[in-house]
């Protein structure tokens, strides 16, 4: 069974820092692309930052380009998002998400992530 | 970048009734189309890849339809836990995607 566990929400200030993360397991990790979603509140879904299955091809929304960095650790299973230079409209629920070749993609429980002075 | 519009934004219907969901894309996207059913609090479930296979576990009632740039979410026989926001998702662009902005089913 895929499980994504999303960690490291919380309160931060604008201009601040934070790093999510995400333990995958069920699945060969190394084997498929993962994404992060994310969703403001009360707002729709945008797909935020995508790693290739090769660990090493990058995508980012323009939203997020030049503050954010996706990574991975094939040691550990987990996906990573280093977020800098928070603002106030990033405050959102942060889901990772293996993509599926076949167009399944399995979601973890998201990470809330608030923006705040 | 491919724009997903989905429509209604909102709709209201009873416990029974036939209900339909559509999503328009910017460009051709072939039939990398998912349906997604979201409930306050939770992520999103899988409804519907591939434009119309049927996630496994979803009830029957819920089919897709559409190739290109239109397609169709279809709830056949309307039920209360069916009260939700669903939303459709083009994966053409996969890893990356793109989302229409929701559609609220609200049960009479």
């Known amino acids: 069974e895929v499980q994504l566990l999303e960690s490291g929400g919380g309160l931060v200030q604008p201009a601040g820092s934070l790093r999510l993360s995400c333990a995958a397991s069920g699945f060969s990790f190394t084997s498929y692309a993962l994404t992060w979603v994310r969703q403001a509140p009360g707002k729709g879904l945008e797909c935020v930052s995508s790693?290739?299955?090769?660990?090493?091809?990058?995508y980012y929304a323009d939203s997020v380009k030049g503050r954010f960095t996706i990574s991975r650790d094939d040691s550990k299973n987990t996906l990573y998002l280093q977020m800098n230079s928070l603002r106030l409209e990033d405050t959102a629920v942060y889901y990772c998400?293996?993509?599926?070749?076949?167009?399944?993609?399995?979601w973890g429980q998201g990470t809330l992530v608030t923006v705040s002075s | 970048d491919i724009q997903m519009t989905q429509s209604p934004s909102s709709l209201s219907a009873s416990v029974g009734d036939r209900v339909t969901i559509t999503c328009r894309a910017s460009q051709t996207i072939g039939r990398h189309l998912s349906w997604y059913q979201q409930k306050p609090g939770k992520a999103p479930k899988l409804l519907i890849y591939a434009a119309s296979s049927l996630q496994s576990g979803v009830p029957s009632r819920f089919s897709g339809s559409g190739s290109g740039t239109d397609f169709t979410l279809t709830i056949s026989s309307l039920q209360p836990e069916d009260s939700a926001t669903y939303y459709c998702q083009q994966t053409y662009s996969s890893p990356m995607c793109s989302f229409g902005q929701g559609t609220k089913l609200e049960i009479k």
């Open positions: 790693l290739g299955g090769n660990g090493v091809t990058t």
């Open positions: 998400a293996k993509v599926g070749t076949t167009g399944v993609w399995d």
